[in-house]
């Protein structure tokens, strides 16, 4: 894991409206993951812990063994479980190489008292993903 940079944070749309300050101190919260093809980003069931932001790749989300989401670049995984705490609501796996950028469970309440922005839209983000997946 490496340092994230605050460039590479300003791309993504989850992130794009913070000005530099946020975005440096967002940087120190956030960890960098990458995964080769065929490899697991969460298992359904797990504990969560982080939640992720695709910059690059495409993954595909599994619901009791059942393909039911593809997700790519600027997307969003894994923030229902952590929004909701609850154990992970479904398995994703890289369908390509992976560049994601990860914020651990430990710094959701920095992130909420600093910037209730960005909460209140995973909060969005993980209700409308809720939605679709048990509509």
Do not use: C, N
Request: proline fraction near 5%; charge should be negative.
């Amino acid at each position: 894991m490496s340092a994230v940079d605050v460039d590479r944070l300003a791309k993504l749309p989850l992130f794009g409206e913070l000005d530099s300050y946020d975005l440096g101190q967002l940087a120190g919260w956030l960890v960098d993951v990458e995964l080769h093809e065929g490899e697991p980003l969460m298992e359904q069931g797990g504990m969560p812990d982080m939640l992720f932001v695709l910059e690059t790749g495409t993954v595909e989300v599994l619901r009791d063994g059942e393909r039911v989401a593809s997700l790519g670049p600027g997307q969003v995984v894994g923030e229902i479980s952590l929004i909701e705490p609850q154990r992970r609501t479904a398995t994703v796996r890289a369908t390509s190489d992976v560049r994601a950028v990860a914020l651990p469970l430990e710094h959701l309440d920095q992130l909420e008292g600093e910037m209730p922005e960005i909460v209140r839209k995973l909060r969005w983000i993980a209700g409308k993903r809720h939605d679709e997946l048990d509509g």
